[in-house]
């Protein structure tokens, strides 16, 4: 149990000294190169991916005067553009054609698509109508929606605790609906879209990389004609943007795929409880932003139920730390 410890200990441990010593671009640029990387270098993947993902209020910020559907599809098309240039450059097309002999494959991804571009849509909407809070609560209430989403469709048997935190959870979010006069629709509507996705994900045939590529494929014939439309309508905001929103549209394919293809080359090399609470750097990250950066209100009223939410996470993340030590105690 003390060498469990330890190891869970190390990570942090890692975390600080792969900051300070291997902030490279050249870290940056071969998260793929072996199918093992250290753990300290994962852990740094890993870590990043949330970062950026708490960071995304800011970018999309700047967009704010962008229809948030437009940034979505251009978040698609370019997106594609930079995947399949990854693509390209590694040589990893062999998968496209079998993938795409295969229909239940493809419906499978236009739905984990379909899922992904409505989470995407809800994020960019929130953001630029100043409701960054309420997009963190969206994310912080989600992996107890994915516990609820496995225990429904996936038949996993809860724990005591965790029906708990998902019962303090659901207090947090009722005390927020009777003191507002209404049901904090869109952090419930991110949570359910990300695990929606998530479920469809899980049981995937494709890796990140390849189904992402293809989740953005089958989008793009949509976006293309989307944005052709509005643009010969004369709605469009590319072309007649200034040149910082045109490159930032533009930009918005890197900056989406860039987080996912650390976030999986992170995530294979170190322990799943790890990976728990580094998930809460993104949210807590997104609502100090919104609350210190763009002034948006956070009183007594939201802090109840924010802070039922916490601890609901509290518990359920303190769970799985101790069944994750407990299962590394057993291995030896």
């Not at 199918?35 to 270098?41: A, D, L, Q, W, Y």
């Not at 991916?49 to 967009?63: A, D, E, M």
């Not at 045109?246 to 293809?261: D, E, I, R, Y």
């Not at 650390?262 to 790890?274: E, N, Q």
């Amino acid at each position: 149990m003390k060498g469990a410890r330890q190891s869970v200990r190390a990570d942090s441990q890692l975390l600080i000294v792969s900051i300070l010593k291997s902030i490279k671009w050249k870290i940056l640029l071969r998260p793929f190169d072996t199918p093992v990387t250290p753990r300290s270098r994962c852990l740094l993947y890993a870590a990043l991916s949330y970062v950026l993902w708490g960071l995304f209020p800011v970018y999309f910020k700047l967009l704010q005067s962008v229809p948030a559907i437009e940034v979505v599809a251009h978040r698609v098309i370019w997106s594609l553009a930079f995947l399949l240039s990854v693509l390209v450059f590694r040589r990893q097309w062999g998968w496209i054609v079998p993938a795409l002999g295969q229909p239940r494959i493809v419906l499978g991804f236009l739905a984990s698509a379909l899922a992904l571009s409505a989470n995407w849509i809800l994020f960019v909407w929130g953001v630029s109508v100043g409701r960054i809070v309420d997009v963190s609560l969206g994310y912080f209430i989600n992996p107890l929606v994915n516990v609820l989403i496995g225990a429904v469709f996936l038949q996993e048997r809860l724990h005591d605790r965790q029906w708990i935190a998902v019962g303090l959870a659901a207090a947090g979010v009722g005390w927020l609906t009777f003191q507002f006069g209404e049901v904090p629709w869109l952090g419930l509507a991110l949570a359910a879209s990300f695990g929606s996705y998530g479920l469809l994900r899980k049981t995937a045939r494709l890796g990140p990389l390849e189904g992402l590529t293809l989740e953005t494929a089958v989008l793009s014939p949509v976006a293309v004609a989307f944005l052709a439309y509005v643009t010969c309508e004369n709605h469009g905001q590319f072309m007649p943007a200034s040149t910082l929103s045109a490159w930032l549209l533009a930009a918005s394919g890197p900056v989406t795929a860039l987080p996912l293809l650390l976030f999986a080359a992170g995530a294979r090399g170190i322990s799943f409880s790890t990976l728990g609470i580094l998930q809460y750097f993104a949210p807590s990250l997104q609502l100090l932003i919104g609350v210190l950066l763009y002034g948006e209100p956070f009183g007594y009223t939201r802090a109840v139920g924010f802070g039922l939410i916490w601890l609901g996470l509290a518990i359920y993340t303190a769970e799985g730390v101790y069944r994750s030590l407990r299962e590394q105690e057993r291995g030896g």
